[in-house]
């Protein structure tokens, strides 16, 4: 019962069967099910906003999980610790659920320490988990973009536009001169841009997208159209 009212947003009703059911299975010693019972609580409580008892359920749902399964768990926290703003204890979740995936841990892991790195401003070692997903799933979208915007913002424009290169080059060439466009005319660097907006145009039938760039770039663009 407590999980239809969840899917129904019913959080008031969902609690009270849930917490019906943490009674039930405490007295059957049903371990699995009173893991899974307070992951659902600690999910209630996060579309609640009352993250404090999030975090307190899913470390109640952790003495109960096996360990195959607590990266599980681990993921979790991380989110909701972030949620806080706690990036600390964020950033240890993560890393556990990494050291439990051994060898082959997700690339969601290391793009969850990617973002944790990010909001806490270290850009560096935002770039290294960012990279390392690329390194393990080459063709993951997101981790290039995170990637390309770490380096950016980094002030590194060539190894954005690298990171660019090595993922749609050689099989989409015009959507890479359009990536390389937009990075160089975001940050000022005008000549650039239309070098790379001239390519775009000459490698696929789909021009740029003017009005998301400087008016210089638009007017350079234009020109060379």
Known sequence: MGTLYTYQDLYSQASYFQQKAV???EKNRDTVRLSLVFRDMARIHLNEHRLDSAVANYTKALKYTSDVHKFCMFNELTGAYARMGDYEKALEYTEKAIRLMESEPSSYFYENLGDIYMRMGNYEKALE???ETLRRYPKNLSAAENAAETY???GQWKEAVGVWEKF???DKPGEF???VY???GETGQFSLAGEAAEKSVLSTETPPLYGTLPLEVQAMSKMIL
């Open 23 to 25: 009674g039930y299975f």
């Open 129 to 131: 988990a960012y990279l």
């Open 152 to 154: 950016c913002r980094m």
């Open 168 to 170: 749609f080059l050689p």
């Open 177 to 179: 001169y359009d990536k």
């Open 182 to 184: 937009q990075i160089y």
